[in-house]
């Protein structure tokens, strides 16, 4: 990739001294280090809490996933859980690429940016997920295609390990090409990006819809064998997204000189009002489903909302989820109170901890319970699951902090450049 | 406060060394974290950990692969066990029923597993669950796998339930690596040294047949049972699948189940169900028969039925 990109620089910038693409990543990487205390505090804090994660997940390697809480009844818990968060994350930070680049929003396209580095970074956490969930990570390579044995395309699995590499790819390349040129001051080629932004917008899709599929195809699974959960998670996907990108461009604004205009942010809100209506929609159309067919199909409901058979674990998650988003949802469609930017954030959080909780804990563990034979075994996480489940997280920030500051320093290096021209 | 950050507003040079310094110091620490994995290499040896999918193993390989599991057993445990890769009998395909007006939930068949399978002692560990059921009841949301009393009881009846040897499987579906599938007797069977112990076929199975080894499975040395076969009862490894294989190590040789030879009502029924004369095609002659979970269409090789 970067010797085509390499290929693509001009004569004209002779007097630039970093030509070739690895040298760029190589002072990016230098640029991006650079930080007042605040900024070394909360690295050290992110890759002490990382390397928390790490020695815990050895330690589980090391003498069995018994230190985890999971059991034969609830074979997948606060891994997954998380898993299926991050793959929502990724998928909805790319979601602002569509009213970029099919409206031809100009102004976005500096909020684009960061949405794809959202996106890395949570499909690097997705990745870290799974791995930590493998009970046998040591043979990770029978994964691979020919050297491996790869039961693609019957395994739903297989096409998750497929979708979320090549979901990364070209959001590397394409954060990194947008760089590379506006570092060189040159304007991108759009045949280098454009035909990758539509892949993308296309590619984001099928993360999610393919993580769905890896659930609810389970005929044995009620809870989750349900035609609507693919849409579902789309819907929230485009929720968790632009409220995490809010975020980011707050926290941004605050700490750097990084500012856009407040046109992007609208239509984030715009896109947040519409999809957490759909989403709360498609969740009462499944609860009502399930209520009132009853049986088989209404028992993991009836263990996650109101507790069964004396057993309540998953009843304050859920609510609480239940809060937060409706809570979420009533924030943003109160214009007045939006405009404040506390409240704006308050509404964010509410719509990300409410999605996590939904998407993951409320979706996952009520699936296993009650057991496929009936049984009511209940789950909790282990403090190993909730250390490496945190490395996890610290280890997605350290990421997202380098990829940010990069992006923020090749963009006011060229607005310095711009100024010394004119 | 500047004294305290050496790095800010210094020359970039030196600014550049103490970067790298924080970067060596960053790397040195993950490695201590990260130091528990090195005792992957004492339990995985290299042939282990490049071993091929056990259908791409040659006859040579295979006779290397077992003598190397029986070396270990050996080693670890100081017993001498035989290890064969027993291959489906051509032509039989085999099927299994209960009879559940006979079955008193005495649960010899899940002893006689734990025992004949190798199964960690520390949980009993066995491939089968009995469920109490309420008469008068097909609900097994009325049932109870942890009754603890005398059986039968007047009001109740018991249903075992194993791997249901499924001729459309969804744990084979499933799996990513096709560490597990159904072989030409219906056997559906895993292999414990390709499997990455994912557990995705563990939430597709729709009867609970599936168990994961969450540590390193503990017998003691004199209840080892030395006979053993690659594809069912050799002691499984820390972090893989495992299941119910029919006691392929007994049954391709002409033996029964170890859990119908334990089971003291005569409720277990095992045969060929291609071969006419067989016990288990006399019951499904005979008696009217059911599978659990029909509407799934997972079509068991497993049949349940009543005397009357």
Redesign the interface.
């Known amino acids: 990739m970067s010797s085509e990109i390499t290929q693509n620089v001009s004569r004209e910038d002779a007097a630039h001294p970093i030509r070739s693409y690895p040298k760029f990543l190589w002072w990016g990487l230098?640029e991006a280090?650079?930080g007042?205390?605040l900024f070394?505090l909360w690295m050290f804090a992110l890759?002490a809490i990382a390397?928390?994660g790490?020695?815990a997940?050895?330690?589980q390697?090391?003498?069995?996933?018994?230190l985890?809480n999971?059991?034969?009844?609830v074979?997948?818990g606060l891994y997954i859980a998380n898993f299926t968060f991050c793959v929502g994350l990724a998928a909805g930070g790319v979601m602002m690429v569509i009213p970029a680049y099919l409206y031809d929003d100009e102004e976005m396209h500096k909020v684009v940016i960061v949405g794809e580095a959202v996106a890395i970074a949570a499909i690097v956490m997705c990745t870290l997920s799974?791995v930590v969930?493998?009970?046998?990570?040591?043979?990770?390579w029978?994964?691979f295609p020919i050297i491996?044995?790869?039961?693609f395309p019957?395994?739903?699995?297989?096409w998750d390990?497929f979708v979320l590499n090549g979901y990364l790819l070209i959001n590397l390349h394409i954060v990194g090409y947008l760089l590379y040129m506006r570092f060189l001051d040159r304007k991108p080629n759009p045949k280098w990006y454009v035909p990758f932004v539509f892949l993308s917008i296309f590619w984001a899709i099928s993360i999610h819809t393919v993580t769905a599929f890896?659930?609810c195809?389970?005929?044995?699974?009620p809870f989750w064998n349900t035609a609507l959960l693919a849409p579902r998670f789309l819907a929230s996907a485009f929720v968790s997204g632009p409220a995490f990108i809010i975020l980011v461009m707050r926290i941004l604004r605050i700490t750097t000189e990084y500012s856009t205009p407040p046109g992007p942010a609208r239509t984030l809100i715009q896109i947040i009002r519409v999809a957490m209506t759909v989403n709360l929609l498609m969740f009462a159309s499944e609860l009502f489903t399930m209520f009132y067919t009853g049986g088989?199909h209404g028992?993991s409901a009836r263990y996650l909302l109101f507790g069964s058979h004396g057993h309540y674990g998953l009843v304050p998650w859920i609510w609480t989820a239940i809060v937060c988003n409706l809570a979420g949802t009533v924030l943003f469609f109160l214009p007045k109170a939006l405009e404040r930017s506390n409240i704006r954030i308050v509404a964010c959080l509410l719509c990300i901890v409410g999605i996590w909780i939904e998407k993951g804990m409320g979706l996952i563990v009520p699936?296993?319970i009650?057991?496929?034979?009936?049984?009511i075994v209940e789950y909790a996480p282990s403090l190993v699951e909730w250390k490496v489940t945190a490395g996890i997280w610290a280890f997605g920030f350290l990421l997202l902090t380098v990829m940010l500051k990069l992006i923020v320093t090749v963009f006011t290096h060229e607005q310095s450049r711009g100024g010394q021209k004119s | 406060?500047e004294s305290?950050?050496p790095?800010?507003n210094q020359p970039s040079t030196r600014?550049?060394a103490l970067?790298a310094a924080g970067a060596a110091l960053?790397l040195a620490?993950?490695g201590r974290?990260?130091?528990?994995?090195w005792?992957?290499p004492e339990n995985?040896s290299q042939e282990e950990?490049l071993q091929q999918?056990y259908k791409?193993l040659t006859e040579e390989d295979k006779r290397k692969v077992l003598a190397r599991l029986e070396a270990e057993t050996k080693e670890e445990l100081g017993v001498d066990v035989t290890i064969s890769d027993q291959r489906p009998i051509p032509g039989v395909r085999f099927g299994y029923a209960i009879n559940l007006s006979k079955c008193n939930g005495n649960g010899a068949c899940m002893k006689a597993c734990n025992e004949e399978n190798n199964h960690d002692r520390g949980v009993d560990q066995s491939y089968i669950?009995v469920?109490e059921m309420p008469m008068g009841s097909m609900d097994?949301?009325e049932?109870n796998?942890?009754y603890d009393h005398t059986v039968p009881q007047d009001d109740k009846f018991y249903m075992p339930?194993q791997c249901q040897q499924c001729d459309n499987p969804?744990c084979v579906?499933?799996?990513?690596?096709?560490?597990t599938w159904k072989e030409d007797d219906g056997i559906v069977v895993v292999d414990y040294n390709?499997?990455?112990?994912?557990?995705?076929c563990?939430?597709?199975?729709?009867?609970?047949a599936?168990?994961?080894?969450?540590?390193?499975p503990e017998i003691p040395a004199d209840e080892v049972n030395p006979d053993q076969g690659y594809l069912s009862n050799r002691i499984r490894?820390?972090?893989?699948m495992e299941k119910c294989h029919f006691c392929l190590h007994r049954t391709r040789e002409g033996r029964l189940p170890a859990c119908l030879e334990a089971c003291p009502t005569g409720a277990r029924v095992f045969g060929d169900l291609n071969d006419p004369e067989s016990d288990i095609n006399w019951v499904l002659k005979n008696k009217r028969v059911f599978v659990l979970?029909e509407d799934?269409?997972?079509q068991p090789s497993f049949f349940y039925f009543f005397d009357s």
Not at chain 1, 154 to 158: A, K
Not at chain 2, 237 to 240: D, F, L, N, T, Y
Request: glycine share 10%; aromatic share 10%.
């Open positions: 230098g280090t650079n007042g205390l070394y890759t390397l928390v790490a020695n997940w050895a330690v390697v090391a003498d069995g996933m018994i985890t999971m059991t034969d009844h074979s997948w799974v969930d493998l009970g046998r990570p040591d043979r990770f029978h994964l491996g044995r790869v039961n019957v395994s739903m699995l297989t390990v890896l659930y195809g389970l005929g044995g699974r088989a028992a699936g296993f009650p057991s496929t034979l009936h049984e | 406060m305290l950050l790095i800010l600014r550049t970067k960053g620490a993950f974290a990260v130091s528990p994995l005792s992957i995985v950990f999918h791409e669950r469920l097994m949301e049932g796998t942890t339930v969804p579906t499933v799996c990513p690596v096709e560490a390709w499997c990455i112990g994912c557990r995705y563990e939430a597709a199975c729709p009867y609970h599936r168990r994961f080894n969450w540590e390193e490894p820390q972090g893989v979970k799934l269409g997972t």
